[in-house]
């Protein structure tokens, strides 16, 4: 794995300080969100835990400088805002950070369906998310939990069927 490419801003104290001016705090939301979503596709890390201090996306050594948990959860809350991430519990803690919204998933899931010929067939989470047919795919190396629930809106539009069999998913295109 190549080393991830910091931007300007991570070796700038203030930008590890929510700024008290509204339009600021805004433009530094949105570099943080940025931030986030490629720090965790380079890892190919689908979940965060806000209490994660060690985790470089949250520590700046050279800078020792720190994200406070709140913070975090404000830049998680404005990622859950643009339909980037949810919590995973009722305390908040754990997120479930996705790299593209749910919508675009299932959009790209459909569309590979669609191009292979594989409407009306049945699928398994694993062949989607993981298997050799996707690896040119953007979707490929989902984290499963993710495509099930992209998977399950596109279920709510009519354009496929979750199949569950024991533990593992399958799901139908129509």
Request: charge should be negative.
């Amino acid at each position: 794995m190549t080393d991830f490419e910091w931007p300007w801003e991570y070796t700038f104290p203030p930008f590890f300080t929510l700024q008290p001016h509204e339009e600021t705090r805004q433009q530094q939301l949105k570099v943080w969100s940025d931030l986030f979503l490629k720090y965790l596709k380079h890892s190919n890390k689908f979940t965060l835990n806000i209490n994660e201090q060690d985790l470089p996306l949250f520590h700046n050594e050279s800078l020792k400088r720190r994200l406070p948990p709140e913070f975090v959860l404000t830049i998680l809350e404005h990622l859950q805002r643009s339909g980037h991430a949810a919590p995973l519990d009722k305390r908040r803690q754990e997120w479930q950070v996705y790299w593209y919204t749910l919508d675009e998933y299932g959009n790209m899931v459909y569309e590979w369906v669609q191009e292979t010929g594989q409407v009306n067939s049945v699928c398994t989470i694993y062949e989607i998310a993981k298997g050799e047919n996707t690896t040119q795919c953007q979707f490929h190396g989902v984290d499963e939990a993710v495509l099930v629930n992209a998977l399950r809106l596109l279920e709510e539009k009519g354009k496929c069927e979750l199949i569950e069999l024991d533990d593992s998913h399958g799901v139908k295109f129509f």
